[in-house]
């Protein structure tokens, strides 16, 4: 099964990686593939809260100095996090 998945995403990334045009490039590629990430570790509601929250607050902060939106979004995730797992026990 392994070696059949594999081979299916070796596929489907040949035939949709055509379409993207090369000057996305790696600007495209990482973000997607960190978002691929965090979606398959969402396992309940607080870690739901907490990402849409530092997302959030990411885009919203984007302007800030020195990438210091960064901080905050990831200050902003994990106290949403801490707060939403205490009050909704999941």
């Known amino acids: 099964i392994l ?16 379409q993207i045009p090369e000057s996305w490039s790696l600007n ?3 973000p997607l593939t ?3 990430l965090v979606f398959m570790s969402l396992q309940d509601r607080a870690m739901m ?3 849409v929250s530092a997302g959030l607050t990411a885009v919203l ?24 797992n205490r009050r909704l026990g999941d």
């Not at 059949?4 to 949709?16: M, R, S």
Request: glycine share 12%; aromatic share 10%.
């Open 3 to 18: 070696w059949v998945t594999w081979q299916t995403g070796t596929i489907i990334g040949v035939l949709v990686g055509a």
């Open 28 to 30: 495209f590629a990482v």
């Open 61 to 84: 902060a984007k302007p800030l100095p020195y990438n210091l939106g960064l901080i905050l979004a990831a200050i902003i995730g994990i106290s949403t996090g801490v707060v939403a």
């Open 49 to 51: 809260l907490a990402a």
């Open 34 to 36: 960190f978002m691929a």
